[in-house]
């Protein structure tokens, strides 16, 4: 089991900035990535950004150049810096952590995967 602990969510005005913080505890060596959803309702969740034990990465389209995924892997935490954001970026933002293997810039989940309790993000226009 792998128990994520997500921090940093808030209101900030469009154009603003975020950073979201997650800690990873428990069996982290059984997963070989980390990253972030996010869901508004009625929709289903949605990948923000990934990235890998190996450091590689992999953002949605509409967040590109404006997000920034990292992690410490001494502290078993992943970050994602968020600039410029826009009203379209509010929603709760979920950390992940699971197993994924990559071939080009597909990226498919397999095995467990666990998820955070969620942190909401407001943006006001």
């Known amino acids: 089991q792998v128990q994520l602990v997500e921090s940093g969510g808030g209101l900030v005005p469009a154009g603003g900035s975020l950073r979201l913080s997650c800690a990873a505890s428990?069996?982290?060596?059984?997963?070989?990535?980390m990253g972030w959803f996010r869901q508004t309702p009625g929709k289903e969740r949605e990948m923000v950004a990934l990235?890998?034990?190996?450091?590689?990465?992999n953002y949605r389209d509409s967040v590109k150049g404006r997000f920034s995924i990292s992690r410490d892997s001494a502290k078993n935490t992943v970050y994602l810096q968020m600039n410029n954001l826009k009203p379209e970026d509010a929603a709760v933002y979920f950390c992940?952590?699971?197993?994924?293997?990559?071939?080009?810039?597909?990226?498919?989940?397999?095995?467990?995967?666990?998820w955070g309790q969620g942190t909401q993000v407001t943006v006001s226009s």
């Open positions: 990235i890998s034990g190996g450091g590689r990465t």
């Open positions: 428990g069996d982290v060596y059984s997963t070989n990535s």
């Open positions: 992940h952590a699971g197993l994924v293997i990559s071939f080009s810039d597909n990226w498919y989940f397999y095995g467990e995967r666990y």
